[in-house]
């Protein structure tokens, strides 16, 4: 089993729906990155959490520690949202290196 | 400020050989990461550099080594290259120690082993 864990793999949506992907893991973290990344392959960070909730924009980002899960919402989506979002984790143990789910290839359709 | 920067963006190469890559971070930081992204394996961490020292290593063979000079620039080579290690390799960087900076990332490099 994957130490991280994204759902759905693929979502399709029409233009000005509400997105939810989430994210599970399975290790203790000290934080949890969401990014994007748009076909060509450039990544762009998103958020960083370590507890609670962050916003920008249209994006926001949760995290529960003690169920260790977060989600990643898109209100009022938009073509240009679509991308592969993926969540990573940093383990608080050991070494704290990255680990990166499978992603969630999100396509927003006028 | 510019962004992170790799180079070259594209490369082939061929079985046996080896290759080096650069990554150029942001101005004024001075973590580096390395990445591996493959369709199978998805994204998975190669090493981290912090002052010109690695503080953290992914799980891949000792083909694959880097490096930071002291004005925070990077370099990863893999020698002996094999048909698997065709992949976009990305670099990010962060403004001070890795676990608790936002990273920005570059391009990629991608890499083609024929």
């Known amino acids: 089993k994957n130490e991280v864990e994204q759902s759905p793999q693929n979502l399709t949506a029409q233009e000005g729906e509400f997105i939810t992907i989430n994210c599970s893991y399975s290790?203790?973290?000290?934080?949890l990155h969401w990014l994007q990344q748009h076909p060509g392959g450039g990544i762009v960070s998103l958020f960083m959490l370590s507890s609670g909730k962050k916003k920008h924009g249209r994006l926001i980002a949760t995290i529960n520690i003690q169920e260790k899960h977060s989600s990643l919402h898109i209100t009022a989506s938009h073509p240009r949202d679509s991308a592969v979002y993926i969540c990573?984790?940093?383990?608080?143990?050991?070494?704290?290196?990255?680990?990166f789910g499978t992603g969630t290839r999100l396509q927003v359709f006028p | 400020k510019a962004g992170v920067t790799q180079t070259p963006r594209y490369l082939i190469k061929t079985r046996g050989q080896q290759v080096t890559l650069s990554c150029s971070p942001i101005?004024?930081?001075?973590?580096v990461s390395w990445y591996q992204q493959t369709p199978g394996q998805g994204l998975q961490f190669l090493f981290e550099?912090?002052?010109?020292?690695?503080?953290n290593k992914g799980n891949f063979p000792g083909r694959f080594s880097g490096r930071q000079f002291s004005n925070s620039r990077s370099e990863m080579n893999v020698s002996t290259l094999e048909l698997g290690d065709s992949a976009l390799y990305l670099c990010?960087?962060?403004?001070?120690?890795?676990?608790?900076?936002?990273?920005?990332f570059g391009p990629g490099t991608r890499l083609t082993v024929l």
């Open positions: 990573a984790v940093r383990r608080s143990y050991n070494t704290d290196k990255l680990i």
């Open positions: 290790v203790g973290i000290s934080a």
């Open positions: 550099y912090f002052s010109e020292t690695q503080r």
């Open positions: 990010a960087s962060s403004l001070g120690a890795f676990s608790y900076n936002e990273q920005f």
């Open positions: 101005s004024g930081h001075r973590s």
